[in-house]
């Protein structure tokens, strides 16, 4: 089968649904007794399955079919979750997730399974200490216990098949004395009386495993016969060294066919098999009540045709000014009111469209649950990382780049703002450490916020480092506010770690981090108090492509200078004007600030006439200000900002150019490039 | 610059700078504008040959004025003015020409390497000559006369 064209569909859904399994496994690892989280991770692990199978993905099949079982027998009390158990099948949802990237990029989703495999089936044999609940049998036959059964369609199809024709399918369960010295040959001895009752139709485990005696105590046969359950149990315990035998009918829980009585046992562990097919499962009352997630509506659709539709909306917006202008000149009533109409209608349509390029900051976040459980164990700390605010949207190209920077700013929390356990009850604090991850708008900005509990940052060491590296002087140190040496830590080739662990410090320090979210045009900043932890806040704008902008003009040309950037506006008189070392600043509220005369750098040329007010726009870079002179405002608007291009690399002080309403192109000031 | 297709002819877009007409293959052309229909907006702090940017419907388009490009004089635009929109591999620019309406095949035979001296064109930006009946024509290498501008520093001002 050609499945090419459903490659791109495989690979996200396997993405998702590998994504729930770690959540889930994450929220079991808590609540080791809800077995509808177990269900959860069960369905995903299944659809995987099938997906995976379908396309021809042997090694991940594989996987998540062992995963499965070893699930299975959680959700039917067969085994206890225990952290060892949640190890192995995190290991596993690892290797399943390096195998679907190895695949998206191009390789063969193969990976080398066997010792995963082999350890989710020795769990799932029950060789892990809690393993079988052997106790509470007898009763339970009316309970769908299962085992490590699983019928695949052609099986399930033989079964139904002989059911009907009259024949019984038996699930026989043969446990060995623990003392039994050839194992091999006792099976050998149990296949040979029911070869000679029925035709054996699947066995666990495999015939291969049981004749190399690669199994434990016990192992099941699935056997159909003319023979009725008490005749071939009778026969099977004529063997030797047998501490029991078990029969069962086969049963499907979809109940495809009559299910019989449960044929009598001293103690049982009866074995129902999960079942295949998942529209049965879901189409099963009970299955749907546990199910918390309802399906969603939505399609999923390429992020470059939603560009497309942006940049058409865009060239509609222009022409939409162009229209009211023609409009307006007419004086024609009916024009007037169609264009205003017109003018609404794209309006909604332009909220729509930046709307459907939001993405819910979720999509990053998912990840880090895991990271810092895998983090914490590395580094021998206990630390509890909880999630605020996950739904908070953002544009899609901010989504992309702001990844890696939490990632580092995390591991920094981790390694460096928690302490040991030891140390945390030292100084009187929970033996847990709290890493609070939060995320919210406010404003025209969304705010990522990753607190923590931990040691904070300790001033007079930052200080020393800090003087040693030649990031400041020791007169300068000595002036620095708290905040101002917590920054430090951001500035290029500063390390506060003692001794270089493989989980922060690999040389590249939070500098990359600053300078990663300062392109985005966006903000970091640090708030710490010593002992009792940090706070590092991201200030990051809600979009890339649609910002919020002040235009100005200088003389016959229109600039647009982004309102992140702007503190506020004024006017300013020539007398306001200070010299200092052949520099012009002004007093603005107390603070000197530099005055920079836009028109000069981008030589639009000045006024004729001198002029006795100049209009100024404050803007800030960090805790820099300056204060840029143009020749008037014009007003605030939103703007589509759109690149130079590649021709033009870098030209001073521009980050790009937006198209206005009358279709010319501004162009858009760089306040960061002006401040020094 | 000198693909040529399986006839061994070259479809070329020919233009006029001064009094001399140029090529360039009719591949690499997207559009060619009136330039009196369009906005230019000045970039500043760049060559002086690159004009500003133009918004080709709702693409920012850089463009460069060959004649500022080529060293030769200055010309006020007027009604004849054409930009040629050009893809490169990585980018779109716009070319300034006094004048572009012809289209020729030129055989693969009839393109020659440059000669020592073709007018006041610096070599380098020369891919080729051919002469089709009477007319000379002059190959550009595009590669050449639009090298991404980078590094445009505080130094300019």
Redesign the interface.
């Known amino acids: 089968m050609d499945t090419n064209q459903y490659l791109e569909m495989f690979l996200e859904e396997s993405k998702e649904h590998l994504q729930a399994c770690n959540e889930q496994l994450l929220e079991l690892e808590k609540n080791p007794d809800d077995l509808a989280i177990v269900n959860e991770i069960f369905r995903a692990a299944h659809t995987l399955k099938g997906m995976s199978a379908t396309m021809g993905y042997e090694d991940i099949a594989n996987l998540t079919h062992k995963m499965e079982n070893v699930l299975d027998a959680i959700r039917n009390s067969k085994i206890r979750v225990t952290s060892e158990i949640l190890d192995v099948v995190f290991e596993s949802s690892d290797a399943l997730e390096e195998m679907v990237i190895d695949i998206e990029e191009g390789g063969s989703g193969k990976k080398d399974v066997e010792k995963l495999v082999t350890m989710l089936n020795q769990i799932e044999a029950g060789n892990s200490p809690l393993a079988v609940v052997e106790e509470k049998a007898g009763k339970s036959e009316s309970e769908e216990m299962t085992g490590g059964l699983v019928y695949d369609d052609f099986e399930q199809t033989v079964v139904s098949q002989s059911v009907e024709q009259g024949f019984n399918a038996f699930e026989l369960k043969v446990i060995l004395r623990d003392d039994c010295l050839l194992k091999a040959a006792r099976v050998f001895m149990v296949f040979e009386i029911l070869e000679k009752a029925g035709e054996i139709i699947k066995t666990f485990p495999t015939v291969e495993r049981l004749e190399n005696e690669e199994f434990d105590s016990q192992f099941t046969v699935v056997i159909i016969t003319k023979e009725d359950a008490e005749e071939l149990k009778a026969k099977v315990q004529k063997v030797s060294e047998l501490e029991q035998a078990e029969i069962r009918p086969v049963q499907f829980q979809s109940a495809t066919f009559e299910v019989a009585t449960t044929m009598e046992a001293p103690v049982t562990d009866p074995v129902v098999q999960p079942v295949k097919q998942t529209a049965k499962k879901e189409a099963s009352p009970t299955k749907r009540s546990n199910s918390t997630h309802s399906a969603n509506k939505t399609i999923r659709v390429n992020i470059d045709r939603l560009d497309v539709l942006m940049?058409?909306f865009?060239?509609l917006v222009?022409d939409r000014g162009r229209l009211q202008s023609i409009a307006a000149e007419l004086q024609n009533a009916e024009l007037n009111e169609t264009t205003e109409r017109m003018t609404r209608i794209s309006g909604d349509l332009q909220n729509i469209i930046l709307n459907m390029r939001m993405v819910p900051v979720e999509t990053v976040f998912n990840r880090f649950p895991k990271m810092v459980r895998q983090l914490a164990r590395d580094l021998d700390k206990k630390i509890n990382l909880e999630i605020i605010g996950a739904e908070t949207e953002l544009d899609r190209t901010v989504i992309d780049e702001i990844g890696d920077p939490l990632v580092h700013l995390i591991r920094n929390a981790l390694d460096h703002g928690v302490e040991s356990p030891a140390e945390r009850i030292a100084a009187g604090k929970p033996e847990e450490g709290t890493v609070t991850l939060r995320a919210y708008h406010s404003g025209n900005h969304v705010f990522i916020e990753l607190e923590d509990d931990g040691a904070g940052v300790n001033r007079a060491r930052v200080l020393k480092k800090a003087i040693e590296r030649g990031i400041v002087s020791e007169e300068i140190a000595e002036t620095l506010t708290d905040k101002q040496v917590a920054e430090l830590i951001l500035s290029s080739g500063f390390s506060t770690a003692e001794k270089l662990t493989d989980v922060s410090g690999r040389g590249v320090g939070l500098d990359v981090v600053k300078s990663t979210i300062e392109s985005l045009g966006g903000h970091i900043s640090i708030e710490s108090k010593e002992g009792q932890g940090s706070l590092f806040q991201v200030q990051l704008p809600l979009t890339l492509s649609i910002i919020s902008v002040m235009l100005v003009q200088m003389q016959k040309?229109i600039f647009a200078v982004p309102l992140s950037s702007i503190i506020e506006t004024a006017i300013i008189q020539n007398s306001d004007i200070l010299n200092a070392h052949n520099q012009r600043v002004i007093d603005f509220r107390g603070k000197i600030v530099p005055l920079v005369d836009l028109r000069?750098?981008?030589?639009?040329g000045l006024p004729e006439e001198p002029e006795e007010l100049k209009s100024v726009v404050i803007v800030r870079k960090g805790e820099s200000l300056a204060a840029l002179v143009v020749d008037s405002f014009i007003g605030q608007q939103e703007i589509v900002l759109?690149?130079?291009?590649?021709?033009?690399?870098?030209?001073?002080?521009?980050s790009g150019?937006t198209?206005l309403g009358n279709?010319?192109?501004?162009?858009i000031v760089d306040c960061n490039a002006l401040i020094k | 610059m000198t693909a040529i297709t399986e006839n061994n002819v070259m479809k070329t877009i020919v233009f006029r700078l001064l009094d001399k007409e140029y090529a360039i293959e009719v591949d690499v052309v997207q559009s060619i504008e009136k330039l009196l229909l369009m906005t230019i907006t000045r970039i500043p702090g760049v060559p002086s040959y690159v004009k500003g940017v133009i918004n080709l419907r709702g693409m920012v388009t850089p463009i460069v004025d060959l004649r500022n490009r080529f060293d030769l004089p200055e010309m006020e635009y007027n009604d004849n003015t054409r930009i040629i929109i050009v893809n490169l591999e990585n980018f779109d620019v716009g070319l300034i020409v006094d004048d572009a309406n012809d289209v020729i095949d030129i055989p693969a035979n009839a393109l020659e390497s440059q000669p020592e001296v073709v007018g006041s064109v610096e070599s380098e930006f020369v891919a080729g000559v051919a002469k089709i009946e009477k007319r000379l024509l002059v190959m550009l290498n595009l590669d050449n006369v639009l090298r991404p501008i980078r590094n445009v520093n505080a130094d300019e001002n």
């Not at chain 1, 759109?642 to 521009?654: C, D, I, M, P, T």
């Not at chain 1, 279709?663 to 162009?667: H, N, P, S």
Request: charged share 20%.
């Open positions: 940049n058409l865009e060239e222009i040309e000069e750098i981008f030589d639009t759109k690149s130079l291009g590649n021709y033009l690399q870098s030209v001073f002080a521009l150019a198209i279709g010319q192109v501004a162009l």
